[in-house]
């Protein structure tokens, strides 16, 4: 066996790898790490220079192992393996932040969600926080830079009158406000009916997820005369846990929602299962696999960059071996997220890379591919990835910083700080135990003391978080 560094075995371990060892079929093992190489910038002569399309697809609540070529065993999503083996699959991608609406503020703006005011709430459920509109946002900027933009489906990051996708800088919305809805009847977390486009109800009671997926469809089968921005951000497969074939629970569901019910209804725990878990997670494959079928037919398969990626980590049913913790902490289950990138104008096939990359750092990268920039006045926190993905440079060096309610954590290369929910300090070599279960806090005080610093250092930036 050929010598490859301990960074490296280990993300092949706990990546698509394990795909084979689970009893993955032969196409799903295909698309997973056996053929895939080491991620190697192309040469300048090979290089892309035109500014690219950019749609950026979320799944919601996805979890990191869920996908078959990340190495879940009994799911098969054959449209997401096949977009991992034509660009790059990256095995230690994080969200910014462990629940919905935070994790988008940091996408949005590419800055910490402690920055805002709306980004403390975790996630938004009231009418009165949001993303101010006068912020500025990946779409804002992008629309300055000459840049058509939408978003389609879930955009949690406020309500109306006050707070919308088409007051932050996209053209068009068409979507959900909240941050859940019964599928059919769309009712969310409010008790309020929630499918809008733009700022006006828009009546349809089919499945959320077809709805949206012809939207998609319709967007990148146009023919635009300038570059566009779409994110796609599905609620799939985020509770209820119900899939096309289920109008009669969600009805149920929906009742209890007008009675009162609000957000228990919604939760769901009364029903869901593994199998309805894996029907909904290879119903968002397809979904997406009908979006790059259009994509290609309209003929800007080549010049459109596509980011695929979940909003944090998985929930009740979600498989996420070998990883701890799960949705809402700042364990790696609960925020380390599949993501795949595929640029084929610019960016080779079947490749994978194990750098560390989270979500504001997808900002900074997408502004300077499509040659927009950062405004001053609000500094993004994320580093741009394009040197790296395109000029063979390393990945800029800094730290990955979270904050929850009850969690704090730190990425320094290989080594994570985390405090638990009951203030307790610890440290993991993510390299060797990716489970984080050898503490070595007491073993290396003093890289310890150095890291839970640097947390300190930046969370003294940030807004505080105010009295329960």
């Not at 879940?72 to 790059?88: K, S, Y």
Request: charged share 25%.
């Amino acid at each position: 066996m050929p010598e490859i560094s301990r960074r490296v075995f280990g993300g092949l371990v706990g990546g698509g790898a394990v795909t084979a060892v689970a009893g993955a079929s032969a196409a799903s093992a295909e698309a997973a790490t056996p053929t895939e190489h080491p991620f190697q910038a192309r040469t300048a002569a090979g290089r892309s220079r035109s500014r690219p399309n950019i749609l950026f697809i979320l799944g919601d609540d996805l979890g990191w192992a869920d996908l078959s070529s990340y190495g879940a065993p009994h799911i098969r999503t054959p449209n997401l393996d096949r977009l991992a083996a034509q660009g790059v699959r990256f095995t230690d991608a994080y969200s910014g932040s462990a629940t919905c609406s935070p994790t988008r503020f940091s996408l949005y703006t590419g800055r910490y969600p402690g920055r805002t005011a709306g980004g403390l709430a975790e996630p938004i459920g009231d009418l009165t926080h949001g993303l101010e509109p006068g912020h500025p946002t990946l779409a804002s900027l992008l629309k300055k830079a000459g840049y058509a933009t939408a978003l389609i489906g879930k955009w949690h990051c406020g309500f109306l009158p006050d707070y919308s996708p088409t007051r932050s800088g996209w053209d068009e919305f068409f979507g959900n406000f909240g941050g859940a809805l019964e599928y059919f009847s769309k009712l969310g977390q409010l008790g309020e009916y929630d499918l809008y486009e733009g700022d006006a109800e828009y009546k349809d009671l089919r499945y959320y997820t077809t709805v949206l997926t012809e939207r998609a469809v319709e967007y990148v089968s146009r023919d635009q005369d300038t570059p566009w921005l779409l994110n796609l951000n599905f609620t799939t497969p985020h509770w209820p846990w119900l899939s096309a074939d289920d109008a009669e629970t969600g009805a149920e569901i929906a009742a209890k929602i007008r009675a009162g019910g609000g957000v228990s209804a919604l939760l769901h725990n009364d029903g869901g299962s593994v199998a309805k878990y894996k029907e909904m997670v290879e119903n968002l494959d397809a979904a997406v696999g009908k979006v790059l079928t259009a994509l290609r037919r309209a003929g800007q398969e080549d010049d459109t960059l596509v980011v695929f990626a979940s909003d944090n980590g998985g929930e009740r049913f979600s498989y996420l071996w070998p990883l701890s913790g799960a949705k809402s902490e700042l364990l790696e289950g609960g925020i380390r997220v599949p993501t795949i990138l595929r640029w084929p104008a610019a960016i080779d096939a079947r490749q994978v890379s194990h750098e560390p990359v989270y979500s504001p750092d997808w900002t900074a990268t997408l502004l300077e591919l499509a040659g927009a920039r950062a405004d001053p006045a609000y500094p993004l926190d994320g580093k741009s990835l394009a040197g790296y993905l395109l000029r063979g440079e390393d990945v800029p060096e800094r730290d990955l910083f979270w904050r929850v309610r009850g969690n704090r954590a730190l990425r320094r290369g290989d080594w994570k700080y985390y405090q638990d929910a009951d203030g307790k300090d610890h440290l993991y070599d993510l390299a060797a135990d990716a489970r984080e279960q050898a503490d070595l806090a007491a073993d290396r005080p003093e890289l310890l003391a150095e890291l839970k610093a640097a947390w300190e250092k930046v969370n003294g930036t940030l807004l505080p978080y105010p009295a329960s």
